[in-house]
């Protein structure tokens, strides 16, 4: 079993900044990502990053959030700048085998864009 704890949440005005944080219980060559959920919404993709480092960012997000994985610290970061209203959402850091042995979700961290 693999804890996943998150961190880095909170309330922000539009066009601000947040960084994000999830750090897995042990070590892992998984792939970590981050997922959110809006009221009455699906949860979705945000990002995600192998072991080795290649990324992915939903469209909605890319050019304006990065994430980045410390290996050596079992941590993986989402920074998030030019923040906006729809941003807001329970962010979920999950990590999961390439091969689908293991699927693990942090206890989500909310994340509020207003004014």
């Known amino acids: 079993q693999v804890q996943l704890v998150e961190s880095g949440g909170g309330l922000v005005q539009p066009g601000g900044s947040l960084r994000l944080s999830c750090a897995a219980s042990r070590s892992s060559f998984g792939i970590m990502g981050w997922y959110r959920q809006a009221p009455g919404k699906q949860r979705e993709l945000v990002a995600d990053?192998?072991?080795?480092?290649?990324?992915n960012l939903a469209d909605s997000v890319k050019g304006r959030f990065t994430i980045s994985r410390d290996n050596a610290k079992n941590t993986v970061y989402l920074q998030m700048n030019g923040l906006k209203p729809e941003d807001t959402a329970v962010y979920y850091c999950r990590l999961q085998s390439v091969a689908g042995a293991y699927d693990y979700w942090g206890q989500g961290t909310q994340v509020t864009i207003s004014s």
């Open positions: 990053i192998r072991f080795s480092g290649s990324a």
